[in-house]
């Protein structure tokens, strides 16, 4: 079992910065491809951002290519998602989530994680 607690959402203004955190805990971190969700009310689950294992490699939507950035520290087990350029329509609960992988892979397809955090409200205001 995993166990993830996202933390670092809040309220912001349109063009301000928000930092994400994920920690993992229950297994060895360096063995979890980890992504970032979201959802906004009304709407579905969508895939953010996504890194392997390593932290080698990373995949993002086009909405947050530029403005968002994906990384990961093994020795901290933790997953982060820096957002610069927050727009109103960024707004939505951010959720991580990861799965086991014995590769350098990333996943954009939610089905493909088994393991999720309770999720963070980020709410950018206009």
């Given at each position: 079992?995993?166990?993830?607690?996202?933390?670092?959402?809040?309220?912001?203004q349109?063009?301000?910065?928000?930092?994400?955190?994920?920690?993992?805990?229950?297994?060895t971190?360096?063995?979890?491809?980890?992504?970032?969700f979201?959802?906004?009310?009304?709407?579905?689950?969508?895939?953010?951002?996504?890194?392997?294992?390593?932290?080698?490699?990373?995949?993002?939507?086009?909405?947050?290519k530029?403005?968002?950035?994906?990384?990961?520290?093994?020795?901290?087990?933790?997953?982060?998602?820096?957002?610069?350029?927050?727009?109103?329509?960024?707004?939505?609960?951010?959720?991580?989530?990861?799965?086991?992988?014995?590769?350098?892979?990333?996943?954009?397809?939610?089905?493909?994680?088994?393991?999720w955090?309770?999720?963070?409200?980020?709410?950018?205001?206009?």
């Amino acid at each position: 079992q995993v166990q993830l607690v996202e933390s670092g959402g809040g309220l912001v203004q349109a063009g301000g910065s928000l930092s994400l955190s994920c920690i993992a805990s229950g297994r060895t971190f360096s063995t979890l491809s980890m992504g970032w969700f979201r959802q906004a009310p009304g709407k579905e689950r969508e895939f953010v951002a996504a890194v392997s294992r390593s932290g080698s490699l990373t995949y993002y939507t086009d909405s947050a290519k530029g403005r968002f950035t994906i990384s990961r520290d093994n020795a901290k087990n933790t997953v982060y998602l820096k957002m610069n350029s927050l727009k109103p329509e960024d707004t939505a609960v951010y959720y991580c989530a990861a799965v086991f992988d014995l590769f350098q892979n990333y996943y954009s397809n939610a089905d493909s994680y088994n393991y999720w955090g309770q999720g963070t409200q980020v709410t950018v205001s206009s």
